[in-house]
Protein backbone atom coordinates (compact mmCIF):
# COMPACT_ATOMS: atom_id res chain seq x y z
CA UNK A 1 0.00 0.00 0.00
CA UNK A 2 1.15 3.26 -1.38
CA UNK A 3 0.12 6.84 -0.36
CA UNK A 4 -1.34 8.66 -3.19
CA UNK A 5 -2.30 12.16 -2.08
CA UNK A 6 -2.31 14.08 1.48
CA UNK A 7 -5.70 16.18 1.37
CA UNK A 8 -5.26 19.59 3.42
CA UNK A 9 -8.93 21.37 4.33
CA UNK A 10 -9.03 24.78 6.66
CA UNK A 11 -12.04 24.71 8.59
CA UNK A 12 -13.79 27.41 10.49
CA UNK A 13 -15.44 26.84 13.49
CA UNK A 14 -18.96 27.57 13.85
CA UNK A 15 -19.03 28.43 17.35
CA UNK A 16 -16.03 29.95 17.68
CA UNK A 17 -17.85 32.60 19.13
CA UNK A 18 -18.68 30.76 22.10
CA UNK A 19 -15.23 30.65 23.23
CA UNK A 20 -13.64 33.33 22.33
CA UNK A 21 -14.27 34.90 26.19
CA UNK A 22 -12.82 31.70 28.20
CA UNK A 23 -9.71 31.62 26.63
CA UNK A 24 -6.71 33.13 28.25
CA UNK A 25 -5.10 35.80 25.58
CA UNK A 26 -8.65 36.50 24.14
CA UNK A 27 -9.21 35.15 20.57
CA UNK A 28 -7.97 32.16 19.61
CA UNK A 29 -8.55 30.72 16.10
CA UNK A 30 -10.63 27.99 16.39
CA UNK A 31 -10.07 26.64 12.84
CA UNK A 32 -9.59 23.33 12.76
CA UNK A 33 -7.41 21.38 9.91
CA UNK A 34 -9.07 18.40 7.86
CA UNK A 35 -6.31 15.77 6.78
CA UNK A 36 -7.19 12.87 4.61
CA UNK A 37 -4.16 10.70 3.93
CA UNK A 38 -4.99 9.10 0.94
CA UNK A 39 -4.14 5.89 -0.52
CA UNK A 40 -4.04 3.14 -3.89
CA UNK A 41 -5.77 0.86 -2.08
CA UNK A 42 -8.81 3.01 -1.32
CA UNK A 43 -8.16 2.99 2.27
CA UNK A 44 -8.32 6.99 3.62
CA UNK A 45 -6.99 7.84 7.01
CA UNK A 46 -8.77 11.21 8.82
CA UNK A 47 -7.66 13.27 11.15
CA UNK A 48 -8.13 17.10 12.54
CA UNK A 49 -5.46 19.24 13.12
CA UNK A 50 -4.96 22.06 15.83
CA UNK A 51 -5.74 25.14 14.53
CA UNK A 52 -3.42 27.18 17.44
CA UNK A 53 -3.55 30.81 15.82
CA UNK A 54 -4.33 30.12 12.15
CA UNK A 55 -5.31 27.13 10.96
CA UNK A 56 -4.02 28.30 7.50
CA UNK A 57 -0.23 28.30 8.92
CA UNK A 58 -0.80 24.69 10.78
CA UNK A 59 -2.04 23.28 7.21
CA UNK A 60 1.07 25.31 4.87
CA UNK A 61 3.51 23.96 7.57
CA UNK A 62 1.94 20.13 7.48
CA UNK A 63 1.92 20.77 3.71
CA UNK A 64 5.18 22.28 2.97
CA UNK A 65 7.08 19.63 5.96
CA UNK A 66 5.33 16.91 6.37
CA UNK A 67 3.29 15.68 3.59
CA UNK A 68 6.42 15.38 0.67
CA UNK A 69 7.65 12.73 3.47
CA UNK A 70 4.03 11.02 3.29
CA UNK A 71 3.69 10.58 -0.61
CA UNK A 72 4.84 6.88 -1.84
CA UNK A 73 5.53 5.97 1.61
CA UNK A 74 3.65 2.54 3.09
CA UNK A 75 1.07 4.00 5.42
CA UNK A 76 2.00 1.13 7.75
CA UNK A 77 5.35 2.37 8.02
CA UNK A 78 4.16 4.22 10.99
CA UNK A 79 7.37 4.28 13.53
CA UNK A 80 9.46 4.83 10.27
CA UNK A 81 7.23 7.81 9.50
CA UNK A 82 7.27 9.19 13.06
CA UNK A 83 11.03 9.03 13.00
CA UNK A 84 11.92 10.33 9.77
CA UNK A 85 9.60 13.57 11.20
CA UNK A 86 11.03 13.48 14.47
CA UNK A 87 14.71 13.52 12.91
CA UNK A 88 14.11 16.13 11.15
CA UNK A 89 12.29 18.13 13.28
CA UNK A 90 15.10 17.67 15.84
CA UNK A 91 17.39 18.91 13.45
CA UNK A 92 16.10 22.42 12.27
CA UNK A 93 13.02 22.73 14.57
CA UNK A 94 10.51 23.39 11.47
CA UNK A 95 7.50 22.53 13.66
CA UNK A 96 5.69 23.83 16.44
CA UNK A 97 4.55 20.80 18.28
CA UNK A 98 0.70 20.41 17.15
CA UNK A 99 1.41 20.21 13.64
CA UNK A 100 3.41 16.61 13.61
CA UNK A 101 1.17 14.36 16.01
CA UNK A 102 -2.05 14.64 13.80
CA UNK A 103 -0.90 13.55 10.59
CA UNK A 104 0.46 10.07 13.00
CA UNK A 105 -3.10 9.96 13.85
CA UNK A 106 -4.49 9.67 10.68
CA UNK A 107 -1.80 6.73 9.94
CA UNK A 108 -3.32 5.02 12.54
CA UNK A 109 -6.88 5.49 11.93
CA UNK A 110 -6.04 4.70 8.27
CA UNK A 111 -3.84 1.24 10.08
CA UNK A 112 -7.25 -0.06 12.09
CA UNK A 113 -8.85 0.59 9.29
CA UNK A 114 -7.08 -1.81 7.14
CA UNK A 115 -7.17 -4.11 9.83
CA UNK A 116 -10.76 -3.76 10.49
CA UNK A 117 -10.45 -2.79 14.31
CA UNK A 118 -11.25 0.13 16.53
CA UNK A 119 -7.89 1.58 16.91
CA UNK A 120 -8.02 0.81 20.81
CA UNK A 121 -8.39 -3.15 20.13
CA UNK A 122 -5.98 -2.36 17.14
CA UNK A 123 -3.17 -0.65 19.69
CA UNK A 124 -4.42 -3.42 22.70
CA UNK A 125 -7.34 -2.83 24.64
CA UNK A 126 -7.57 -2.93 28.39
CA UNK A 127 -10.47 -1.60 28.70
CA UNK A 128 -13.61 0.29 26.60
CA UNK A 129 -15.03 2.49 29.36
CA UNK A 130 -13.37 5.48 31.51
CA UNK A 131 -14.97 8.02 33.78
CA UNK A 132 -15.00 11.62 32.39
CA UNK A 133 -14.50 14.99 34.19
CA UNK A 134 -16.03 18.22 32.68
CA UNK A 135 -13.15 21.09 32.17
CA UNK A 136 -14.34 24.54 32.17
CA UNK A 137 -13.16 27.53 30.43
CA UNK A 138 -12.76 31.06 32.05
CA UNK A 139 -15.97 32.07 33.68
CA UNK A 140 -16.76 35.99 34.92
CA UNK A 141 -17.47 34.58 38.61
CA UNK A 142 -16.79 31.97 41.17
CA UNK A 143 -20.47 31.95 41.34
CA UNK A 144 -20.57 30.93 37.48
CA UNK A 145 -17.94 28.25 38.22
CA UNK A 146 -20.27 26.05 40.62
CA UNK A 147 -23.48 26.92 39.06
CA UNK A 148 -21.60 25.34 36.00
CA UNK A 149 -20.32 22.52 38.39
CA UNK A 150 -23.55 21.87 39.47
CA UNK A 151 -25.42 21.76 36.35
CA UNK A 152 -22.54 19.36 35.11
CA UNK A 153 -22.95 17.05 37.84
CA UNK A 154 -26.66 17.19 37.64
CA UNK A 155 -26.16 15.32 33.71
CA UNK A 156 -24.03 12.98 35.29
CA UNK A 157 -20.62 14.33 36.05
CA UNK A 158 -18.88 12.95 39.28
CA UNK A 159 -15.57 15.63 38.43
CA UNK A 160 -15.23 18.74 37.54
CA UNK A 161 -11.80 21.32 36.65
CA UNK A 162 -11.83 24.40 37.05
CA UNK A 163 -9.63 26.62 34.70
CA UNK A 164 -9.40 29.65 37.27
CA UNK A 165 -8.36 33.41 36.42
CA UNK A 166 -4.76 32.80 37.72
CA UNK A 167 -4.98 35.62 40.38
CA UNK A 168 -4.52 33.95 43.81
CA UNK A 169 -6.88 36.05 45.96
CA UNK A 170 -10.14 35.58 43.42
CA UNK A 171 -8.86 32.14 42.45
CA UNK A 172 -9.18 30.69 46.43
CA UNK A 173 -12.88 32.29 46.57
CA UNK A 174 -13.97 30.08 43.99
CA UNK A 175 -12.11 26.99 44.78
CA UNK A 176 -13.43 27.49 48.63
CA UNK A 177 -17.26 28.02 46.96
CA UNK A 178 -17.24 24.79 44.55
CA UNK A 179 -16.14 22.79 47.42
CA UNK A 180 -18.70 24.00 49.99
CA UNK A 181 -21.65 24.13 47.55
CA UNK A 182 -20.22 20.99 45.51
CA UNK A 183 -19.96 18.59 48.58
CA UNK A 184 -17.10 16.48 49.85
CA UNK A 185 -18.16 13.69 46.73
CA UNK A 186 -17.53 15.70 44.38
CA UNK A 187 -13.89 15.36 42.61
CA UNK A 188 -12.26 18.53 42.04
CA UNK A 189 -8.91 19.78 40.10
CA UNK A 190 -7.64 22.80 39.34
CA UNK A 191 -5.64 23.96 36.47
CA UNK A 192 -4.88 27.55 36.17
CA UNK A 193 -2.71 27.45 33.13
CA UNK A 194 0.60 28.75 34.56
CA UNK A 195 -0.86 31.56 35.64
CA UNK A 196 0.92 31.56 39.19
CA UNK A 197 4.69 32.45 40.53
CA UNK A 198 6.33 29.68 42.42
CA UNK A 199 5.08 31.32 45.96
CA UNK A 200 1.60 31.52 45.14
CA UNK A 201 1.79 27.92 43.88
CA UNK A 202 2.78 27.42 46.87
CA UNK A 203 -0.10 29.17 49.12
CA UNK A 204 -2.95 28.08 46.85
CA UNK A 205 -1.30 24.20 46.74
CA UNK A 206 -1.58 24.32 50.37
CA UNK A 207 -5.04 25.59 50.00
CA UNK A 208 -5.84 23.36 47.48
CA UNK A 209 -5.23 20.46 50.06
CA UNK A 210 -7.29 22.00 53.06
CA UNK A 211 -9.74 21.74 49.99
CA UNK A 212 -9.30 17.84 49.51
CA UNK A 213 -8.88 19.01 45.68
CA UNK A 214 -7.64 16.11 43.88
CA UNK A 215 -4.85 17.67 41.37
CA UNK A 216 -3.17 20.59 40.90
CA UNK A 217 -2.41 21.03 37.24
CA UNK A 218 0.25 23.30 35.43
CA UNK A 219 0.21 26.03 38.27
CA UNK A 220 3.87 27.48 36.80
CA UNK A 221 4.84 27.94 33.45
CA UNK A 222 5.65 23.72 31.64
CA UNK A 223 9.94 24.99 31.74
CA UNK A 224 10.44 25.71 35.45
CA UNK A 225 11.78 22.36 35.90
CA UNK A 226 13.49 24.12 39.61
CA UNK A 227 9.71 25.31 40.36
CA UNK A 228 7.99 21.83 39.68
CA UNK A 229 10.59 20.11 41.78
CA UNK A 230 10.27 22.82 44.51
CA UNK A 231 6.74 22.12 44.37
CA UNK A 232 6.72 18.34 44.46
CA UNK A 233 8.80 18.61 47.35
CA UNK A 234 6.55 20.64 49.20
CA UNK A 235 3.18 19.60 48.82
CA UNK A 236 1.19 16.66 48.86
CA UNK A 237 -1.58 17.31 46.58
CA UNK A 238 -0.63 15.61 43.36
CA UNK A 239 1.09 18.02 40.85
CA UNK A 240 0.19 17.43 36.96
CA UNK A 241 2.42 18.96 34.48
CA UNK A 242 4.56 18.64 31.15
CA UNK A 243 1.57 19.21 29.11
CA UNK A 244 3.24 21.42 26.29
CA UNK A 245 6.85 20.79 27.34
CA UNK A 246 9.29 21.51 24.45
CA UNK A 247 10.44 18.01 23.47
CA UNK A 248 7.52 16.18 24.13
CA UNK A 249 8.24 12.71 25.48
CA UNK A 250 11.65 13.44 25.51
CA UNK A 251 11.20 16.73 27.68
CA UNK A 252 9.26 14.78 30.10
CA UNK A 253 11.75 11.89 30.38
CA UNK A 254 13.66 15.03 32.99
CA UNK A 255 10.48 16.01 35.06
CA UNK A 256 10.42 12.15 35.89
CA UNK A 257 13.91 11.76 36.61
CA UNK A 258 14.46 14.77 39.09
CA UNK A 259 10.70 13.98 40.70
CA UNK A 260 9.63 17.33 39.30
CA UNK A 261 5.63 15.94 38.44
CA UNK A 262 3.40 13.05 40.22
CA UNK A 263 0.96 13.32 37.20
CA UNK A 264 2.28 13.97 33.62
CA UNK A 265 -0.03 15.56 30.93
CA UNK A 266 0.04 13.78 27.78
CA UNK A 267 -2.16 13.62 24.45
CA UNK A 268 -1.93 12.58 20.72
CA UNK A 269 -1.25 16.28 19.46
CA UNK A 270 1.66 17.99 21.99
CA UNK A 271 3.30 14.57 22.29
CA UNK A 272 3.75 13.18 18.58
CA UNK A 273 0.22 11.02 17.90
CA UNK A 274 -0.80 8.20 19.16
CA UNK A 275 2.96 6.77 18.49
CA UNK A 276 4.46 9.76 20.84
CA UNK A 277 1.55 9.17 23.42
CA UNK A 278 1.60 5.34 23.27
CA UNK A 279 5.69 6.33 24.21
CA UNK A 280 4.89 8.68 26.92
CA UNK A 281 2.24 6.11 28.84
CA UNK A 282 4.79 3.17 28.43
CA UNK A 283 7.69 5.70 30.19
CA UNK A 284 5.25 7.17 33.00
CA UNK A 285 4.17 3.73 33.73
CA UNK A 286 7.44 2.05 34.16
CA UNK A 287 8.54 5.41 36.70
CA UNK A 288 4.70 4.54 38.24
CA UNK A 289 3.32 7.45 37.39
CA UNK A 290 -0.02 8.12 36.11
CA UNK A 291 -0.29 9.58 32.05
CA UNK A 292 -3.38 11.62 32.23
CA UNK A 293 -4.56 11.79 28.81
CA UNK A 294 -5.60 16.06 28.14
CA UNK A 295 -8.17 17.71 25.74
CA UNK A 296 -6.60 18.45 22.47
CA UNK A 297 -9.94 20.82 21.68
CA UNK A 298 -11.02 18.75 18.64
CA UNK A 299 -13.50 16.31 17.54
CA UNK A 300 -11.09 13.58 16.09
CA UNK A 301 -7.93 14.13 18.28
CA UNK A 302 -9.77 13.51 21.11
CA UNK A 303 -11.22 10.44 19.89
CA UNK A 304 -8.16 9.67 19.46
CA UNK A 305 -7.25 10.53 23.30
CA UNK A 306 -10.24 8.64 23.99
CA UNK A 307 -8.98 5.19 22.15
CA UNK A 308 -5.24 5.37 23.66
CA UNK A 309 -6.89 6.20 27.11
CA UNK A 310 -8.67 2.65 26.55
CA UNK A 311 -5.21 1.35 25.34
CA UNK A 312 -3.40 1.84 28.98
CA UNK A 313 -3.75 1.18 32.19
CA UNK A 314 -2.26 4.49 33.69
CA UNK A 315 -4.93 7.29 33.01
CA UNK A 316 -7.29 7.92 35.65
CA UNK A 317 -9.75 9.97 33.49
CA UNK A 318 -11.23 11.45 30.12
CA UNK A 319 -11.29 15.21 30.50
CA UNK A 320 -14.48 16.96 28.34
CA UNK A 321 -14.09 20.70 27.76
CA UNK A 322 -17.12 22.46 28.41
CA UNK A 323 -19.19 23.56 26.71
CA UNK A 324 -18.61 20.68 24.29
CA UNK A 325 -19.61 22.37 20.88
CA UNK A 326 -16.95 24.20 20.08
CA UNK A 327 -14.94 21.38 21.16
CA UNK A 328 -16.71 18.49 19.01
CA UNK A 329 -18.16 19.80 16.00
CA UNK A 330 -17.15 18.07 12.59
CA UNK A 331 -18.27 14.46 13.57
CA UNK A 332 -21.62 12.86 13.82
CA UNK A 333 -21.06 10.89 17.32
CA UNK A 334 -19.40 13.13 18.87
CA UNK A 335 -18.35 12.06 22.69
CA UNK A 336 -20.91 11.42 25.48
CA UNK A 337 -21.01 10.63 29.26
CA UNK A 338 -23.64 7.75 30.46
CA UNK A 339 -25.51 8.32 33.39
CA UNK A 340 -22.51 7.12 35.86
CA UNK A 341 -20.18 10.08 34.09
CA UNK A 342 -18.33 7.07 31.79
CA UNK A 343 -17.22 7.76 28.31
CA UNK A 344 -17.03 5.09 26.12
CA UNK A 345 -14.54 4.49 23.43
CA UNK A 346 -15.88 4.33 19.69
CA UNK A 347 -16.10 0.76 18.08
CA UNK A 348 -16.11 1.19 14.41
CA UNK A 349 -12.78 0.24 12.41
CA UNK A 350 -9.97 3.29 12.89
CA UNK A 351 -10.89 6.22 14.97
CA UNK A 352 -14.87 5.01 14.49
CA UNK A 353 -15.84 8.75 14.12
CA UNK A 354 -19.00 9.68 11.90
CA UNK A 355 -16.94 12.41 10.25
CA UNK A 356 -19.84 14.93 9.03
CA UNK A 357 -18.21 15.85 5.78
CA UNK A 358 -20.82 18.45 4.89
CA UNK A 359 -20.66 20.38 7.72
CA UNK A 360 -16.89 20.87 7.01
CA UNK A 361 -17.69 21.73 3.34
CA UNK A 362 -20.09 24.12 4.74
CA UNK A 363 -17.24 26.15 6.38
CA UNK A 364 -14.16 25.31 4.53
CA UNK A 365 -11.77 28.16 4.41
CA UNK A 366 -9.40 26.96 1.75
CA UNK A 367 -7.55 23.78 0.58
CA UNK A 368 -3.85 24.08 0.76
MG1 LIG B 1 -4.14 21.64 31.27
Known amino acids: MQITEVGISVVANPYSEMVTAGVKGGRAAHDIVFLEIKTDADLVGHSFAWGGRSGQATAHLIASIIRPLLIGQDPLDREKLWQDVRRMDRWWGFLPIYAHGPVDVAL???????AGLPLYRFLGAYRNKLPAYASSLILPTADAFVEQALQYRGAGFRAYKIHPWGDPSRDIEAYRALRSELGSEMVLMSDPVAGYNQQQALRIGRELERL???WFEEPLSDYDLYGYQELCRALEIPIAGVESTPGGLFG????????AVDIVRSDVSWKGGVTGLMKTAALCEAFGVNCEVHTTTNALLDIAN????CAIRNCEYFEI??????????????IKIDSEGYVHVPVGPGLGAEIDFDLLDNN???KV
Open 108 to 114: WDLGAKA
Open 212 to 214: NYY
Open 252 to 259: ATQYLTQR
Open 306 to 309: LHVS
Open 321 to 334: LIPQEPFSFGVKNP
Open 364 to 366: LIC
